[in-house]
């Protein structure tokens, strides 16, 4: 439960849908993430995958983690995802 | 809703000039907290098949069936304890937005007998998708599930995007859900409508500051609902509620919530805070509370009805048993009868509607500039009616907190409501222009608004961080002769102009290139934005040039004059004069504005008209200081 708190929802932004045919956005954004956890089964990480319209993904990530996707060159930004209100 | 069309023009059935195909293959994408499907507002009866260009699915959950109406839902909540996993609406809130968008033309809804009339959206023959991601409770709305929605939405093909949510505060644009999904909405050519937000009347409180977004501020509309409280001595005070509950004239005694608790402190006992008050105070009388977001605890404690003081009367909401909220005027008058009289005693009136001359006023809780992200961008963009509005609702949701009632069409306010009018309206324009661009409909809806002035009212003191262009005018804003567009690549500029360079600009546009110089250097002020917005330093002198291109989409070998209303501001326009040989034959012009700063926090404003003599094309201009 310890090593779960450490952990919080992160939307990882990458921008647009690279142009390229042969992208395919699950495998690079299921890469990036066991790259940077370590972790060879990302199923309890990635919470969701955005790759109809741009690019990126939401996962359960440490503040290292964090640190480390946000320096990557493929990575707009990595930002905590929040409760929104209706308005 | 049931009025808020007619106060703007957009009259109903042949009375108003529409594009019947067209709109019946125009496809709105609520975002919202799902949605009632069986409500008439989203009945599939006399639709054909959805549009080709449709992709999305119907994915609803179990009990959940779509219709050639509402063509297409999704939803990205989780299964929560108690409620149905499925993109059923548990709040109420995505049924009145879409119904308000979109909805079908239903006659003779009211809310008990309330505010009768016919309920319908802006584009009634268009078609609704939903996305569902709020759900009641802790839960709220996600950023991750936001995006998802953005995501499909876009690809399903939606035409226009509805999103009455926000954070508690704005944020950088590549930090912001909303910002990311209607960045890349606009460069699919998609219009993203969003609520401003609701925590006004403070400054800097708008939380959708994008450019590419149309973001919607609310005002009330010529109808209010009223609640009369008759005092025993025939004193009569008018208050707001929705209240539909009925006395039947009978008088009941009175009591203060602060004399009727044994548990709690005189101060919270007024509020009648949670748990203050006793119920043998109480039972079988109308209490006076201090705070009208705790009546229900008077309710759970056996009172009949409720009077309370209220800072902000320039809206009614629905309450759970009889409710009226005073200004603190009446209140007090309320108090002062009741503690010189003996065995003082009132009722309070089911309500009734009343017309309201002064609409439309900015309501309080409506957010305010300036633009905290973007200083030199105005938010927000348009006004639209948000308070009292007449909806679809879900029986599955209570219409106020502790209510017991089950409706199918419910009154709420907000800048929620606000926000898919003018989603209507995109759509509308988009029906008479399918070509138009995003930035193309935006400026026709903001040139073309009603003028509002902070004159009308307290409410509107801040103008244009008030209420932006103005009141949106549905059928002025079909032929606004000129629009100011700003395509993709404008935006990718602007984005330059913010130091997104480097990776970041490379990522967002999606391809290879770079920010030139020149697009490093851009100001964000220069952005062909439909208002012109620039923060100086108090009180010091400044000039300061904005730099404009607008397109004819009028008629052929026009003239239009420039003409600066509003004497506070030394403007001078470059060149005044524009003669327009060709349709979408575009011009630019430049527009210097100098003088004194304002003092701190304040702002001064003119307004730009480019007018043909048929076309009349309004620009906020906007010079402020920061405090």
Redesign the interface.
Known sequence: AKYDQDKQ?Y?V???????RVDYMPMSHHTSILQQVTGESSIENRL??S???????F?ARLTESEREILASM?????V????????? | TTRSWDFMGLKEGKKTKRKPSIESNTIIGVI??GIYPESDSFNGKGFGPPPKKWKGVCEGGKNFSCNNKLIGVRY?TPKLEGLPHSARDN?G?GSHTASTAAGNTVKDVSFYGLGNGTVRGGVPAARIAVYKV?EPG?F?????????A???A??DGVDIITI?????SS?PF??D?TA??AF??M??GILTVN?A??SGPERSTVTSVAPWILTVAASNTNRAFVTKVVLGDGKTVVGRSVNTFDLNGTKYPLVYGRSASTSCGAASAGFCSPGCLDSKLVKGKIVLCDFELNTDEAQSMGAVASITKSSRVDFASVFSFPVSALSEDDYNTVLSYMNSTKNPKATVLKSDTIFKQTAPVTATYSSRGPNAIIPDILKPDITAPGSEILAAYSPDAPPSQSDTRHVKYSVAT???MA?PHIAGVAAYIKTFHPRWSPSMIKSAIMTTAWSMNASTSPFNEMAEFAYGAGHVDPITAIHPGLVYEANKHDHIAFLCGLNYTG??F??????SSSCTKEQTKSLPRNLNYPSMTAQVSATKPFKVTFRRTVTNVGMPNTTYKAKVVGDNLKVKVVPSVLFFKSVYEKKSFTVTVSGNGPEADKLMSAHLIWSDGVHSVRSPMVIYAAN
Do not use: W
Not at chain 1, 73 to 77: C, N
Not at chain 2, 140 to 145: A, E, M, N
Not at chain 2, 164 to 168: A, E, P, R, T, V
């Open positions: 929802v939307i932004y990458m921008g647009a849908l690279p142009a919470v969701r955005y790759k109809r319209s741009f690019n990126g939401a060159e493929e990575v707009v930004s930002f905590p995802s929040k409760k929104l209100m209706l308005q | 919202d907290s990205y709040m809130h709020c802790i709220g709305c996600t950023g991750d599930g936001m995006l998802s953005y995501d499909d876009i690809a009455s949510i926000g954070g508690d944020s590549e930090v859900p990311i999904g890349h909405a460069a699919k609520s937000g609701n907000g800048t929620s926000c990776k970041n490379r990522l967002i546009s999606g391809d």
